[in-house]
T-cell receptor, first 111, second 114 residues
Framework: DGGITQSPKYLFRKEGQNVTLSCEQN?????MYWYRQDPGQGLRLIYY???????QKGDIAEGYSVSREKKESFPLTVTSAQKNPTAFYLC??????????FGSGTRLTVV | AQSVTQLGSHVSVSEGALVLLRCNYS??????LFWYVQYPNQGLQLLLK??????LVKGINDFEAEFKKSETSFHLTKPSAHMSDAAEYFC????????????FGAGTILRVKS
């Protein structure tokens, strides 16, 4: 079955560490997105990419970085510059006629 | 710029009662509107979407929503609540069906009482 796979499901980060969250889709979707979810704040867009080798900053890009070297993959790196990284991270993809499809999320905790 | 306001961070209904979750949007262009449901520690599942066709949109699990341009609203309803409907619901707006930023409301947690 086609879908979006996010890994790991749970991730722990020490202070000052960079960590990378994986997002892979086999839906042949052109566009991919990263959202951050905090209680009571809904989902906020971090980065999005409409085509391979191109991406744009969302509303809260500071302290994050992405790459889009392959259509199927859109990894997110949470850098040490992100001062409050503890959150639930959701990856999504979309294409014509499909709307947006979401992965099952990665919960990142700073320890 | 697009934005979404969901009225009521928590809504409580009795099993079998009408579910009404409110969503108002702001958009400078004709919007595409979506409702998603999220169960704890899971991703979002699409309930329904409005893409400028019929103003009354039917979705999964007997949910439906009506696009009212004059009121800039897209409220979600279900005639009879079930215990399994307890979850968090998000309204979202986009300038297109795909490939553009999807802007979310803050979410409404639905509680269903037995």
């Amino acid at each position: 079955d086609g879908g979006i796979t996010q890994s790991p499901k749970y991730l722990f980060r020490k202070e000052g560490q960079n960590v990378t969250l994986s997002c892979e889709q086999n839906l042949n979707h052109d566009a991919m997105y990263w959202y951050r979810q905090d209680p009571g704040q809904g989902l906020r867009l971090i980065y999005y990419s409409q085509i391979v080798n191109d991406f744009q900053k969302g509303d809260i890009a500071e302290g994050y970085s992405v790459s889009r070297e392959k259509k199927e993959s859109f990894p997110l790196t949470v850098t040490s510059a992100q001062k409050n990284p503890t959150a639930f991270y959701l990856c999504a993809s979309s294409t014509v006629g499909s709307g947006y499809t979401f992965g099952s999320g990665t919960r990142l905790t700073v320890v | 710029a697009q934005s979404v306001t969901q009225l009521g961070s928590h809504v409580s209904v009795s099993e079998g009662a009408l579910v009404l979750l409110r969503c108002n949007y702001s958009s400078s262009v004709p919007p595409y509107l979506f409702w998603y449901v999220q169960y704890p520690n899971q991703g979002l599942q699409l309930l329904l979407k409005y893409t400028s066709a019929a103003t009354l949109v039917k979705g999964i699990n007997d949910f439906e929503a009506e696009f009212k341009k004059s009121e800039t609203s897209f409220h979600l309803t279900k005639p009879s609540a079930h215990m399994s409907d307890a979850a968090e619901y998000f309204c979202a707006v986009s300038v297109g069906e795909y490939g553009n930023k999807l802007v979310f409301g803050a979410g409404t947690i639905l509680r269903v009482k037995s």
